[in-house]
């Protein structure tokens, strides 16, 4: 069984529909992230948590709110969702402090398309 | 603000050629760098995580080496095998320690022909 799993794996909607993303862990990790790809970019950080209800902004968090209530599961919403919300995204977890090189683990991936 | 960069952008070779993956930063003051390889529609998975004070990581038919001084870094792989074809992107995290973030470069599409 997958350690990082996401769901759904694929999701398509209109434009002004909220979504929620669904990540869950089984590794124990405290650190969980989220993640964006779009073609061309690479990896961007949306939103970030060290611990159950801690969270950090990353580099392009405007359109989402995250919400992490446990430790094993971190959410991403995008409460009206757009057009260029049109991405892969990524969970990923990492183990620091337990080990100091803080090795991120990620999850399978969500392909959303706003239409 | 670090950039990282991996030239070029897909590479095709024959199966049974060893080949080296290149990747480079801005930013000589790193904490670590992570290789990935991500399959077409699917995640990442990490391959080998070298720490500042490395100079390289082994894993099977898999080499990373790491050269701060002149900002880069490579991925060798040796013997390549068509199961090797896949999107290998590099990240590296900042100085500031392991709290820091990790910023990616865009990745190399490789193919191994059979």
């Known amino acids: 069984d997958a350690d990082v799993t996401q769901t759904p794996r694929n999701r398509i909607t209109k434009t002004g529909k909220r979504i929620m993303l669904e990540c869950s862990q089984t590794k124990g990790h405290d650190r969980m992230y989220w993640y964006r790809q779009d073609p061309g970019l690479g990896l961007q950080l949306i939103y970030y948590s060290f611990d159950v209800k801690d969270i950090n902004k990353g580099e392009i968090s405007d359109g989402y709110s995250v919400s992490r209530q446990a430790q094993a599961k971190f959410s991403l919403s995008l409460e009206s969702a757009i057009p260029n919300q049109t991405a892969l995204y990524f969970c990923a977890t990492s183990d620091f402090p337990r080990t100091g090189n803080n090795e991120q683990f990620f999850g399978p991936g969500t392909r959303l398309t706003v239409l | 603000k670090q950039e990282v960069t991996q030239i070029p952008a897909a590479l095709s070779v024959p199966e049974g050629e060893n080949l080296v993956l290149n990747c480079s930063f801005t930013d000589s003051a790193i904490y670590n760098l992570q290789w990935f390889r991500q399959d077409p529609g699917k995640g990442l998975t990490s391959l080998l995580l070298i720490q500042s004070s490395q100079r390289e990581q082994t894993s099977g038919r898999l080499n990373a080496s790491l050269d701060k001084s002149s900002g880069r870094s490579t991925l060798y792989i040796a013997a390549s095998q068509p199961g090797d074809s896949a999107t290998y992107l590099c990240?590296?995290?900042?100085?500031?320690?392991?709290?820091?973030?990790?910023?990616f470069g865009k990745g190399i599409t490789l193919s191994v022909r059979p």
């Open positions: 990240a590296v995290r900042l100085s500031d320690g392991a709290n820091s973030k990790l910023t």
